[in-house]
């Protein structure tokens, strides 16, 4: 694979630098008004604006997500929300690793592990990473409540949650077809149709398909490249209004994903095996194989009914069921001075759930409680197999390829299994009382979760079996109260503040790597923070800091074994971990058509030295994931004038992150990084006459620079004999053309 020029997507810099400086001279007569744009929300379960939820929360509507080219959560890996992280996972291209102010789990593919975040498709509860990196049919916007979320989101929110809100039926015709082409070959065609209402009922159809060559070849002729991708996506929408007080809402979506993962170079070797291989290779070290894709497929169902039982209270059911399978195929070509090895694991997951919500209000009281209920059911079958003689004691060639691939000599294959079954009891009330005129307003809420959790673990294949660990099995109980209290008061129509004061929760499990298979206990999570929220300079400015100070008991660690990383092991921390930190959200229009966006995280972790179970409990440092001290982004967008043939807007965006570790233990820091992103629109090119049928063009660019940046790493052995890392994705470009009618 041969790089362009860094200059290739900047060929049109120079014409729009010039047209850019000429309109912003000529901005005195710019007669567009130069304010903010308004930003509703869903984090307290009600529609509100931004500046008026007392909670620090990042959101991105839909034109901000198009002028990103964000269409999933793993788009948002470049750091576009600061205190979100995100990044791939080591064994599935489609699972992710994410963390919101510090908080996360650095093995998430483990079926008997629960997320510190908790994502949201709508309204509904996504329980697996396996999956999180699908293309989401349409996406509306993109929320991240950041800080524990344990009253209103339940179990399994310790850090935030993350809320993924997809366009409804519109009720009128509509069709957007969009058709997206780049390097490395890149495809990609999403058709969103919206049928007219017909019987009260109103219907919307989108179809995604998009896939991409991997940026690494692979030199076996036939194989599969490392981060070759094809995906496919429907979603079907029907919502119904058989009367004025009642509503029924059903969505399906099924999503499938081939993709072959993220290349594992090798960046220090003490044995000399494989050799020191330069930064962000394009290339292989050797021909692999077999590399075959890993393929996730999902379904989902979500009906929702809302009935409004009087003019202020509203009784509203949530019921969805999920089904998910994966088949991982994964290559790792020695990277881990293994044969080779290849984790060939199959994870099949299913989840029901049933909530119940009824909210209402009066002129100085808004109020929610519900019922929610929850219960899934997954197994994985893993073997590890070896490709690859590193040594040659198997062909009696130094790495000769084995084929077909064999079991590793000391491992059998696994077979996991785990039930989940959880309940909740929820409640929040806003009440505004008849002091201060009216700006005071203090919301109370509590949440009384119970979980269940069972399951085993069985060991396959006679003679590999360790000695007394044919089976094994686990049951956990566990009950928490999460209670929250927020003080609001609004200084005047501009500015507010809150004090906040947040419980959360997230349950037990097992490793399902660990050579004990002994749980672990739930964790606990409380947080203080105070805000300011405010809207200055005649609504061009937009101003919002949160300040905060994070308390964990018993903080879930799982690290692996350093000297054969297949197991792994996770520990309650035996003393308090504790995370502070500061957020800053800035939205500025200075002048007709510019804005500029500035956000940035501040994070200041204290991990104690704990005791390392792998270690006969000596006292060890471990370090804090996905926690970089120093996090920020800034976007710059500009929309000229209408022009006679259209509308041309500019947006470029910068996100830098300091350095942070890959993983609690057996840690490697990445380094610091900075990505320039950027697009170029023409909009509202008209065909013919009247507003109906449209074009959009725009020239888009990720990763302008061709930073090389690393998105994983980690060493092996003690002291280390090999360093494998993992780069993320070079300079891309491309050009989209979207049709609306």
Do not use: C
């Not at 850019?20 to 509703?40: H, K």
């Not at 209402?197 to 919307?204: D, L, M, P, T």
């Amino acid at each position: 694979m041969v790089r362009s020029s860094p200059y290739t997507a900047l060929l049109f810099v120079p014409a729009i630098l010039a047209a850019t400086i000429s309109q912003l001279a000529n901005a005195q007569e710019n007669r567009r008004s130069a304010v903010l744009e308004e930003i509703i929300v869903t984090a307290q379960k009600r529609e509100e604006n931004l500046q008026d939820a007392p909670i620090s929360i990042a959101a991105m509507n839909q034109s901000q997500l198009e002028a990103r080219g964000i269409t999933n959560l793993a788009d948002l890996g470049s750091g576009s929300i600061p205190s979100l992280r995100i990044q791939p996972f080591v064994n599935s291209p489609s699972t992710l690793t994410i963390s919101v102010r510090g908080a996360g789990f650095s093995d998430p593919g483990q079926i008997t592990f629960e997320p510190s975040v908790a994502i949201y498709l709508d309204d509904v509860y996504l329980s697996r990473a396996q999956g999180l990196a699908m293309e989401v049919a349409d996406l509306e916007r993109i929320e991240v409540l950041r800080g524990p979320q344990g009253t209103l989101f339940g179990r399994n929110a310790t850090g935030g949650a993350v809320r993924l809100v997809t366009k409804k039926p519109s009720g009128d015709f509509g069709l957007r077809q969009t058709l997206n082409l780049g390097n490395f070959d890149a495809f990609k065609s999403a058709t969103h149709i919206d049928l007219p209402e017909i019987g009260g009922v109103s219907a919307k159809v989108d179809y995604l398909h998009s896939q991409k060559d991997g940026w690494v070849d692979n030199t076996a002729p036939g194989e599969n490249d490392y981060g070759d991708i094809e995906q496919d996506a429907v979603r079907v929408a029907l919502d119904w209004n058989p009367s004025d007080n009642f509503n029924v809402y059903y969505a399906y979506d099924w999503s499938d994903i081939e993709a072959t993962q993220i290349y594992f170079q090798v960046m220090f070797d003490a044995l000399g095996v494989i050799g020191v291989e330069p930064p962000a290779t394009d290339k292989t070290r050797f021909p692999v194989r077999p590399l075959d894709p890993t393929k996730t497929r999902q379904t989902g169902h979500n009906l929702t009914l809302t009935w409004d039982l009087a003019e202020s209270l509203t009784l509203k059911s949530i019921t969805s069921y999920r089904d998910l399978e994966e088949d991982t195929r994964n290559n790792y070509a020695g990277a881990l001075l293994f044969n080779g090895l290849i984790a060939a694991a199959e994870v099949e997951q299913d989840q029901f759930s049933q909530e119940l919500q009824l909210s209402g209000e009066s002129e100085r009281l808004k109020w929610m409680g519900g019922l929610y209920y929850y219960e899934e059911n997954a197994n994985d079958n893993l073997l590890n197999l070896a490709s690859l003689d590193s040594f040659g004691a198997i062909t009696g060639v130094f790495l000769g390829p084995i084929f077909p691939p064999i079991p590793q000599p000391t491992d059998a294959r696994r077979l996991v299994n785990t039930q989940t079954e959880s309940w909740a009891l929820f409640g929040q009330a806003s009440w505004t009382p008849a002091i201060l005129d009216d700006r005071l307003e203090v919301t109370l809420g509590a949440r009384y979760t119970e979980d269940k959790k069972s399951g085993d673990r069985d060991y396959a294949l006679p003679g590999l079996v360790a000695a007394g660990q044919q089976f094994q099995s686990y049951d956990l109980a566990t009950e928490s109260l999460d209670p929250t209290l927020t003080f609001s008061f609004q200084w005047s129509d501009q500015a507010n503040t809150y004090l906040r004061w947040a419980n959360g929760y997230k349950a037990g499990g097992v490793s399902q790597r660990s050579f004990t298979f002994i749980p672990f206990d739930e964790e606990n999570v409380e947080t203080w923070e105070i805000g300011l929220k405010s809207e200055l300079l005649d609504s061009r400015l937009r101003f919002n800091l949160a300040v905060f100070s994070t308390e964990y008991d018993n903080f879930q660690i799982g690290f692996s074994d350093p000297l054969n990383p297949t197991f792994a092991e996770t520990i309650n921390a035996a003393k308090t971990t504790k995370i502070s930190g500061a957020e800053v959200d800035m939205t500025l229009v200075p002048l007709p058509g510019l804005t500029v966006d500035l956000s940035y995280t501040y994070l200041d972790p204290d991990q104690p030295d704990q005791p390392n179970p792998l270690n006969n409990n000596i006292e060890e440092r471990f370090e804090l994931a996905q926690s970089p001290r120093h996090a920020g982004a800034l976007g710059i967008a500009y929309e000229f004038e209408p022009f006679s043939f259209g509308v041309l807007g500019l947006h470029m965006d910068l996100t830098s992150t300091s350095q942070y570790a890959y993983a609690p233990k057996n840690f490697e820091f990445q380094d610091s990084y900075t990505i320039l992103n950027g697009r170029v629109t023409l909009s509202d090119i008209m065909l013919g006459s009247g507003d109906k049928n449209s074009l959009q063009l725009a020239l888009w660019g990720k990763n302008l620079a061709d930073e090389e940046y690393r998105v994983y790493a980690f060493p092996v052995g003690n002291p280390a004999l090999t360093i494998p890392a993992a780069y993320g994705e070079p300079r891309s470009y491309g050009i989209e053309l979207q049709y609306r009618y």
